[in-house]
C-alpha cells in the first residue's frame, strides 16, 4: 500500500527551488529532450501530417470536422504525456539507463487519472471546436482578432486557476501513486503559502513562449492586413514550435523541483519513496 504523507504548510524557497531546475536540467538534459521529441514534438508532427484535413467552419462537413478536431486533441494529447514523462524522469532519483523508460510507463499509468485535468486545461479548445461547427457566418478580421484575444485571455484564467490551486497535482499522482480525489487534496494542501509564488515562477519560465507566441500572432495579423493571402512562413512556424516544447519541458521540470522542494519538510523517507516510485 501506498503511504501517504501529510503535506505542511510551508512556504516555496524560490532561490534553492531555481538551483534545482538548473541542476536537473544539467544532469539529464538529454533525457529530456528526447522525451518531448519522442513523445510530443515528433507524435505531434506526424498526427497533423498525416490527419491534415482542410475543414472550413460552418460548413458542416462531419468527417472533415471529426478528423481536424481529432488530430489537434491527439497531438495536444501526446503533449501532455510528454510534459508527464519529463515530470516523471526529473523526480526519479535513478541514473540509470532505463530511467527515461520507466518514466514513460509512470506517466502512461498516471495519464487516465489526469485526463480530466488535461481536460479542464484544453476547455477553449474544445469550445473553439463547438465554434467551428455551430457558425453560420464568415468572419471578419477584427472579429477573427478579437476571438483570439478573448481565447488568450481565457487560457490564462484557467491556468491561474490551477497553478494558485493544484499546481503539482501531476507530480503528485506521479510520484505518490494515489487517486485523483486524495490527490487533489493533496496539492491543494501542498500548495498552502506558496500558491503565488508558484504562479510567479510561471511567469518566467513562460514568458518566452508568451513573447514568441505575440509577435507571431503580431506578423500574422500585419500580414492579413496587408492583403499577403499566404501568410504562412515555415521557419517562423518551426521556430515557434521549438520555444513552445521548450517552454514546456522548462515547465514539467520545474513542476518536478517545486514537488521536491516542498517535500523537504516531510523528511528523507518520504523523498525515498518519491525516488522508489521510479527504480
Not at 471546436?129 to 464568415?138: G, Q
Amino acid at each position: 500500500m501506498t503511504p501517504v504523507f501529510e503535506p505542511s504548510a510551508r512556504s516555496l524557497n524560490v532561490g534553492r527551488t531555481m538551483a534545482l531546475v538548473f541542476e536537473l536540467l544539467s544532469a539529464r538534459w538529454l533525457w529530456i529532450a528526447a522525451l518531448i521529441i519522442a513523445l510530443g514534438l515528433g507524435p505531434s508532427a506526424a498526427i497533423r501530417q498525416w490527419l491534415h484535413v482542410a475543414y472550413h467552419p460552418g460548413s458542416h462537413d462531419l468527417r472533415a470536422f471529426v478528423t481536424h478536431e481529432g488530430a489537434a486533441l491527439a497531438a495536444s494529447l501526446f503533449d501532455y504525456l510528454a510534459s508527464l514523462s519529463v515530470i516523471a524522469v526529473s523526480l526519479s532519483q535513478s541514473g540509470h539507463r532505463s530511467a527515461p523508460a520507466n518514466a514513460v510507463f509512470a506517466a502512461i499509468r498516471a495519464l487516465p487519472l489526469l485526463v480530466p485535468v488535461w481536460v479542464f486545461g484544453h476547455a477553449t479548445t474544445f469550445w473553439d471546436a463547438w465554434w467551428s461547427w455551430d457558425v453560420h457566418a464568415p468572419r471578419s478580421l477584427e472579429q477573427l482578432t478579437w476571438d483570439v484575444w478573448t481565447n488568450l485571455i481565457a487560457e490564462t484564467a484557467l491556468s491561474v486557476g490551477l497553478l494558485v490551486s493544484v499546481a503539482v497535482l501531476p507530480a503528485v499522482v506521479l510520484a505518490e501513486k494515489r487517486g485523483l480525489a486524495t490527490s487533489l487534496r493533496a496539492a491543494w494542501r501542498l500548495m498552502r503559502g506558496s500558491r503565488w509564488k508558484v504562479f510567479g515562477l510561471y511567469l518566467v519560465v513562460q514568458l518566452p513562449g508568451f513573447l514568441a507566441g505575440l509577435a507571431y500572432l503580431s506578423y500574422r495579423i500585419g500580414t492579413a492586413r496587408g492583403g499577403v493571402h499566404q501568410a504562412t512562413n515555415p521557419y517562423l512556424d518551426w521556430s515557434l514550435t521549438v520555444v513552445a516544447y521548450a517552454t514546456a519541458a522548462l515547465w514539467a521540470v520545474s513542476l518536478a523541483a517545486i514537488y521536491l522542494e516542498l517535500n523537504r519538510d516531510r523528511g528523507g523517507v518520504a523523498l525515498m519513496h518519491v525516488a522508489d516510485q521510479f527504480n
